[in-house]
């Protein structure tokens, strides 16, 4: 990766200066290198080898410039090695989740309330240059010019790479309610009805074209397809409940909105997404593989 271009820092600038905007700017940082990459434990990385970077770069004036297109170009980078792995992922493959178990804006990392789990999904049928135009223009608003800097093509380009992703993503999203309160007393209902095993009040709750995924990655026993429509996916979730009847489920804001913990004892044993719109569950999207699990099983743990 070239280095971003900046202008020359001013003699007598501290170090420590520096390191400050970066401290200030590193959740948002991170958000940007989730939603190209998926993984946060890949986006963390990218974020501190641009750091790195910087670190050993002089002449960088606008700092927050410079991290943000260094960051982009590293996570369009890894993005474009981990494109062929996951699509030899055993079942489908899910992002990593951000969980917090209170309600408020996650601490370690920015995301923007379009950026759930059910985008980040759509997200995956993108190119990973398509992907990098969408995140940064839709979702944190840079302009074409600097993004043209980190895709390495024109500003006109990038453009229609922006507009085709648009389109794209506008179609394959399921509809979203944006409203907090809404997607928490539906998720509320849906919590008791799973632990009620009431298939009648699940069908109520999903939308005739509701679609589950799930990802246990070859690890552990998941769904290796997509499971669509509600009679279907209620079933299928009336069935977990039934084979494992010692897991319990608990609310927790997942990516941003609220969304459901499965635990059996002390172990985390899923994270589900779930989206909702006009009263109804459009998508589910469950994280069962351990890996992806690692980090919200830590967080949980802290707070037992």
Known sequence: MSHPRGLSRPKGVAVTSTAGEFQRERPRLLGIAYGIIGDLGEAEDVVQEAWLRLSRTEGVADVTAWLVVAVS???????????????????????????????????????????????????????????TAFVLHE??????????????????????????????????????????VRQREVVG????????????????????????????????????????GADRVARFLIGVRTKWPDRALRPAMVNGFTGLLMTRGDELVAVYSITAADGLITAINAVLHPTKLARTSTLITKES
């Open 73 to 131: 170009r590293l996570a369009l980078d890894v993005m474009r090695s981990a494109r062929k792995r996951r699509e030899d992922y055993v079942g489908p493959w899910l992002p990593e989740p951000v969980v917090s178990t209170e309600e408020g804006p996650e601490d370690r990392v920015t995301l923007a309330d379009s950026v759930d789990m059910a985008m980040l999904v759509v997200l995956e049928t993108l190119s990973p240059a398509e992907r």
């Open 189 to 228: 209902a849906f919590l008791a009805a799973c632990e009620g095993g009431d298939l009648d009040a699940m069908l109520r709750l999903l939308d005739p074209d509701v679609v589950l995924n799930s990802d246990g990655g070859g690890i552990v026993r998941a769904a290796r397809r997509p499971v669509v």
């Open 139 to 180: 979702v944190f608003g840079l302009p074409f010019t600097e993004i043209a800097e980190v895709v390495g093509r024109t500003p006109a380009s990038v453009r229609q790479l922006a507009s085709r992703a648009r389109k794209h993503v506008r179609e394959r999203s399921p509809r979203f309610d944006p409203d907090p």
